[in-house]
C-alpha cells in the first residue's frame, strides 16, 4: 500500500526539463497545426508560462559513455511545439510509468479529440490503427473515446474517398459535412471529383451539395431503368461545358426539359449573361457567313 502512495505521488509530481530531451510520441496521429492558433499559444506561454504539465515516460539505457536517460511524450504535443516556438528552454513535465504502444496511441488520440485538435483525416487514420493494429472493435474504439459506434464507422468511411478529397479535407478546402454527399459519388468517381471541385470553387455548402449529390444518384438510377440515348448525352456534355454548370435534359417521345443548376442569385445572373453572349455570338457568326455569302 505504501508503495503504491509513494508511486502515485511520484506520478504526480512536476518536474522541469529541457525542451530538447523530450522525443515525440511515435503513435501521435496529429500530423497538421494550424500556424495561426499555434502562435497564439506560443505567444501566450511567452506571456504566461506552460500552465498544464506534459506527460511524458522516462527511460533509462546504457552506452558506452555512460547512462543515458530519455523522455518521450505521451501527451502535449502542441504545447511542446508552441514552447519551442516561444523559445522556452524547459517545460513542465509529469512522468508516467512508459505505457504500452497502444495506450501511448489512446492517450493521445483522447487528449487530441478532447481538444478538438485533430482533423477529420488525423482521427480517421488514428481509428484504423486503433482497429489495426490492436484488434478493436468500433464500439471499442468509441468506448474510449466516449463516442458511438455509428461516429467512429462514419469517421473511418472518409478514407474511402480519392487522395485528393482526402487532402482537401486535411487542409480546410471543404468541410467534413462535404463529405457524405461525395461519398454517396463512390461508384462515380468522374462525378465524384467534379462535385469536390464544385464545392470549393462555388463554396456550395453541404446542402447544396447533398442536393447535387441526390440528383446525380437519381439520374443514374433513371438511366438503369431508361438508358439515356447518345445523342441527348453529347447535348448535355455541350451545355454543360458552354454554361460550366450541370445541365440535364430529359427526352420522351419529342418532347422533354432541360434543367440547369444555379446555387446563388449572382449565379443565375452570370448563367444569364453567358447565354446572351452565346446568343449575341451566334447572330453574329450568322451575319459574318450571311455577308460573306453575299
Known amino acids: 500500500m505504501d508503495n503504491e502512495l509513494s508511486q502515485e505521488r511520484k506520478e504526480n509530481r512536476v518536474f522541469w526539463i529541457e525542451v530538447e530531451k523530450i522525443k515525440p510520441n511515435p503513435m501521435q496521429p496529429r500530423k497538421y497545426f494550424d500556424e495561426k492558433k499555434l502562435a497564439d499559444l506560443a505567444e501566450s506561454i511567452r506571456q504566461y508560462g506552460v500552465l498544464q504539465p506534459l506527460v511524458v515516460s522516462r527511460r533509462e539505457y546504457d552506452v558506452p559513455s555512460g547512462r543515458v536517460v ?26 508516467r510509468e512508459e505505457p504500452t504502444e497502444q495506450v501511448k496511441l489512446e492517450l493521445a488520440l483522447i487528449e487530441n ?70 461519398l454517396m459519388l463512390s461508384q462515380q468517381p468522374e462525378h465524384q471529383t467534379l462535385l469536390y471541385k464544385e464545392i470549393i470553387y462555388k463554396q456550395l455548402n453541404v446542402r447544396e451539395a447533398e442536393k447535387i449529390s441526390r440528383r446525380v444518384a437519381a439520374e443514374r438510377s433513371r438511366k438503369k431503368e431508361e438508358p439515356i440515348d447518345p445523342e441527348t448525352q ?61
Open 234 to 294: 453529347l447535348f448535355q456534355e455541350k451545355l454543360s461545358d458552354a454554361l460550366g454548370t450541370r445541365v440535364f435534359i430529359e427526352r420522351k417521345e419529342g418532347r422533354g426539359k432541360i434543367s440547369i443548376e444555379f446555387f446563388s442569385d449572382e449565379e443565375l445572373s452570370a448563367l444569364f449573361n453567358r447565354m446572351r453572349e452565346l446568343y449575341e455570338r451566334k447572330e453574329a457568326e450568322e451575319d459574318i457567313v450571311e455577308n460573306f455569302s453575299i
Open 70 to 95: 530519455e523522455y518521450e511524450l505521451i501527451a502535449g504535443e502542441r504545447r511542446l511545439e508552441a514552447s519551442k516556438l516561444a523559445g522556452l528552454n524547459q517545460v513542465p513535465i509529469i512522468i
Open 113 to 182: 479529440i478532447q481538444r478538438e485538435d485533430l482533423n477529420p483525416i488525423e482521427r480517421a487514420r488514428a481509428f484504423r490503427q486503433l482497429i489495426d493494429s490492436f484488434k478493436l472493435k468500433h464500439h471499442e474504439v468509441g468506448s474510449k473515446i466516449g463516442k458511438s459506434r455509428e461516429f467512429v464507422t462514419n469517421t473511418l468511411r472518409i478514407l474511402m474517398l480519392p487522395d485528393e478529397i482526402q487532402d482537401g479535407l486535411s487542409k480546410g478546402l471543404i468541410a467534413e459535412g462535404h463529405t457524405r454527399p461525395l
